[in-house]
């Protein structure tokens, strides 16, 4: 089973830049999409966005498209979330999964392992 640590998190103003990172252990990591997801205060868990085994596809959801880039490195077992025109609706507990396939989703529930997350909070 792959176990999965974020960091990155932190707190910023509005407009600043963040860089998440997600560390897998197992040896299977490159074999499976990967994805994140956030979940504001009191708000139900949502997808952000999720790459493919390779690297070579992408997707994310509308609120974040064209701000933020996940991307992954296989020779170091990590995922990133590259976050940038930060805002203060983008505050959240951001959580990396791996899929149960090499191809990702929007749905939770085809993600076989979550982190513990990581805390981001855009101020104002």
């Known amino acids: 089973q792959v176990q999965l640590v974020e960091s990155g998190g932190g707190l910023v103003q509005a407009g600043a830049s963040l860089r998440l990172s997600c560390a897998a252990s197992?040896?299977?990591?490159?074999?499976?999409?990967m994805a994140w997801f956030r979940q504001a205060p009191g708000k139900d868990r949502e997808f952000v966005a999720t790459?493919?085994?390779?690297?070579?596809?992408?997707y994310y959801a509308d609120s974040v498209r064209g701000r933020f880039a996940i991307s992954r490195d296989n020779s170091k077992n990590t995922v990133y979330l590259q976050m940038n025109s930060l805002k203060p609706e983008d505050t959240a507990v951001y959580y990396c999964?791996?899929?149960?396939?090499?191809?990702?989703?929007?749905?939770?529930?085809?993600?076989?392992?979550w982190g513990q997350g990581t805390t981001v909070t855009v101020s104002s």
């Open positions: 999964a791996v899929s149960e396939a090499r191809y990702g989703s929007s749905s939770g529930s085809t993600y076989k392992s």
């Open positions: 197992g040896r299977t990591f490159s074999s499976y999409a």
């Open positions: 790459i493919n085994w390779s690297g070579s596809s992408t």
